[in-house]
C-alpha cells in the first residue's frame, strides 16, 4: 500500500501538499519577525526575476501543450484509415491534454503558495 505512494509523481505532489498544509496552518507571527526588512529589500530582484521565470516557464508549457493540440488535431485528420496514425494522433492530443492540466496546476500551486508568503510577510505581494 504505501509503495504505491512512493512513485515520483506522487512524491512531487506529497510534498507540495504538505508545504502548503504547513504554511496554512503556521501562525503569521511565526514568520513576522523572521526576515529583516533590509534583506527583504536586497532580495526582491531575485523575487522578481523568479516571478518572471515561473511566468515565462508556465507561458511556454502552455503554448507547447497547445502547440501538441494542434499538431495532433492535423495529424488525425490527415491519418484517413490508417488505425495507427489515427492512435498516434489521439495519444498526441491526449499528452497535449494532460501538459495543459498540469500547467495549471503549476499555476495553482505557485499561485498558492506566493500569496500565503506574501500574507506570511516572507515576501513582498505581488
Known amino acids: 500500500m504505501i509503495g504505491r505512494f512512493l512513485v515520483p509523481g506522487r512524491r512531487l505532489t506529497i510534498l507540495a501538499a504538505t508545504t502548503a498544509l ?29 516571478g518572471a521565470l515561473v511566468a515565462i516557464t508556465i507561458g511556454l508549457g502552455v503554448a507547447i501543450s497547445g502547440a501538441v493540440i494542434v499538431w495532433g488535431g492535423i495529424e488525425k485528420t490527415l491519418a484517413g484509415s490508417n488505425a495507427d496514425a489515427e492512435h498516434r494522433a489521439h495519444k498526441r492530443i491526449e499528452n497535449g491534454i494532460h501538459g495543459l492540466v498540469w500547467m495549471f496546476a503549476a499555476s495553482v500551486i505557485v499561485g498558492t503558495i506566493t500569496a500565503l508568503a506574501a500574507a506570511y510577510g516572507l515576501i513582498s505581494p505581488p
Not at 534583506?39 to 530582484?45: D, G, H, I, N
Open 22 to 50: 504547513y504554511l496554512a496552518a503556521a501562525h503569521p507571527a511565526l514568520a513576522a519577525g523572521s526576515v529583516p526588512p533590509g534583506a527583504q529589500k536586497a532580495l526582491a530582484p531575485v523575487e522578481n526575476m523568479i
